[in-house]
């Protein structure tokens, strides 16, 4: 099955795919954020956003919120099209899921 060929790797861990989707929606987010939104631990949500930002998907940038040092995220265009086609895979395995009468 194709789609099952189109899925990312890179995208298939819950904490990158989540870190993607919320980059997605909101443009750039910071790491206190998206540590929140995802329940994640510093160092887990550190290690997956590394992944994502050595393989081109994600952008940092550093500065100052009242004093205190403050990372923001964005995804990069390669990670803006690794995630719409990521997407549109698992839409295409789902709605074959779907065709094949799957349960009641």
Same mark, same amino acid.
């Given at each position: 099955?194709?789609?099952?060929? #189109?899925? $990312?790797?890179?995208?298939?861990? &819950?904490? &990158?795919?989540? !870190?993607?989707?919320?980059?997605?929606?909101?443009? =750039?987010? #910071?790491?206190? /954020?998206?540590? #929140?939104?995802?329940? !994640? *631990? $510093?160092?887990?949500?550190?290690?997956?956003? &590394?992944?994502? =930002? =050595? /393989?081109?998907? +994600?952008?940092? /940038?550093?500065?100052?919120?009242? /004093?205190?040092?403050?990372?923001?995220?964005?995804?990069s265009d390669r990670g803006r099209a690794a995630l719409q086609s990521h997407t549109a895979a698992? &839409?295409? +395995?789902?709605? !074959?899921?779907? !065709? *094949?009468?799957? =349960?009641?």
């Amino acid at each position: 099955m194709k789609a099952l060929t #189109s899925l $990312d790797p890179l995208l298939e861990h &819950r904490i &990158r795919l989540g !870190a993607c989707v919320l980059l997605g929606k909101h443009g =750039e987010l #910071s790491f206190a /954020r998206l540590k #929140s939104q995802l329940q !994640a *631990t $510093d160092g887990n949500l550190g290690a997956q956003l &590394r992944k994502l =930002e =050595e /393989r081109g998907y +994600l952008l940092s /940038r550093k500065d100052f919120v009242e /004093r205190k040092p403050t990372t923001w995220y964005h995804l990069s265009d390669r990670g803006r099209a690794a995630l719409q086609s990521h997407t549109a895979a698992l &839409r295409s +395995l789902i709605d !074959a899921a779907g !065709a *094949t009468g799957g =349960e009641p």
